[in-house]
């Protein structure tokens, strides 16, 4: 039975165009194609990353927020009641006024004290500055590393002057060093967003990032296994292109840098609405959607790969109205009232005793939360 369903994922009809078998992609005279085995490799280097990016943050990023004047925030701990913290893991995290009554009796303390004990849970919930800095530095690291490094494997070759050039030639196209470790490196990456994606901040778009991540697995996978190397490293420069903006723009966010950070944010949504919103789909998509239709049938593969594109660009225009939202904002000027009721909240629910945040105060971070785009929103890859 296993084998039979074996026999049936890999049937060439499925993953190629019409005549062409998985022979014809054997390594001969010298050409080395693209297998599925290679992306073995992409699991333990995923766990690489993990362990790298433990110590980026620990060694580069620490100290850097250090430098920033970026610091841990004390909070004071709600203390031990089992009624109220099942209540709390269970029920809600902000109970209304008549559980807080039913809770009152249920615990034996008076409502004003059940409303602090939850005010303080929920500030242990809360990520602090530095865990937010200490992850988007992890992130810009990588994606600007990663965009030079993708504009190395692909700025010399004919294809990416000329779209039709993509597929010349389909699928008999060797694959070349350069393009493995891009791969391989960049398919890593992804799964280890999708293996931290628990621990990591939560943000608003939680659900939006993970459908991303996996959307971006199948399609880098699936892009390898059918032989779409050359689209698929376009569209990985493509989506690095941005990222790397929008996470430093985040950085200087929580650095409490705000013209620094409002003007990567500006030089960010223009980036990503030209390649997102306008070469991707007019080029790219056009490039994957109508050109290899003037060499071959359309097959299973043709439709599932430009499926997936399909979702990710889905994502994009629901990222795009964000990223326009807070344009609107800055040109309004309301980013700067929303931050203000943003950071009087928080030290409303954090007034029982605690420290303020880096540098003493509101005045030190006045956009620590007042970015919802800088704060919740995530790439790709991007």
């Known amino acids: 039975m296993l084998q039979t369903l074996y ?10 165009p019409v005549n062409l078998t998985w022979a014809d992609l054997e390594d001969r005279d010298g050409r080395v194609y693209a297998k599925a085995s290679d992306l073995y490799i992409t699991l333990p280097l995923a766990l690489l990353f993990l362990i790298v990016r433990y110590f980026f943050e620990l060694y580069v990023a620490t100290p850097l927020a250090a430098l920033l004047n970026i610091k841990e925030k004390t909070r004071l701990r709600a203390p031990p009641n089992a009624t109220l913290e099942h209540f709390y893991l269970t029920s809600g995290k902000q109970p209304k006024q008549v559980e807080v009554e039913l809770l009152s009796r249920q615990s034996g303390l008076s409502g004003r004290q059940v409303e602090r004990w939850f005010r303080r849970r929920r500030n242990q919930d809360r990520p602090s500055l530095l865990k937010k800095f200490r992850e988007a530095s992890w992130r810009f690291t990588f994606y600007l590393i990663a965009f030079i490094a993708g504009m190395a494997v692909i700025v010399d070759k004919p294809w990416f002057y000329d779209m039709k050039k993509v597929w010349e030639g389909y699928p008999i196209q060797s694959t070349i060093p350069s393009q493995y470790w891009y791969y391989m490196i960049e398919l890593s990456f992804y799964w280890s967003l999708l293996f931290s994606i628990a621990s990591d901040v939560k943000r608003k778009d939680f659900k939006e990032q993970i459908i991303h991540h996996v959307a ?13 190397i050359r689209a698929g490293t376009l569209i990985m ?4 292109s941005s990222d790397y903006l929008l996470e430093s723009a985040k950085m200087f966010n929580y650095a409490g840098w705000k013209n620094t950070c409002n003007n990567i944010f500006i030089i960010f949504a223009i980036v990503f609405i030209i390649t997102r919103l306008v070469i991707l789909p007019f080029w790219i998509l056009h490039c994957t959607l109508v050109y290899p239709l003037e060499l071959y049938p359309a097959f299973f593969g043709y439709y599932f790969f430009n499926s997936m594109m399909g979702v990710l660009q889905l994502l994009h225009i629901f990222w795009a109205y964000l990223i ?6 800055f040109i309004t000027g309301k980013v700067k009232e929303q931050a203000l009721r943003e950071n009087d909240r928080e030290e409303t629910e954090s007034s029982e005793g605690e420290e303020a945040a880096a ?9 620590a939360n007042g970015h919802p785009i800088l704060n919740n929103h995530h790439r790709k890859n991007d």
């Open 324 to 329: 326009l939202r807070m344009a609107h904002k």
């Open 7 to 16: 026999d049936y994922f890999w049937w060439e009809r499925l993953w190629l």
């Open 359 to 367: 540098g003493g105060g509101a005045k030190s971070r006045p956009l």
């Open 237 to 240: 420069a493509l989506h690095d």
């Open 216 to 228: 971006t697995i199948i399609l880098i996978s699936f892009s390898w296994f059918a032989n779409y």
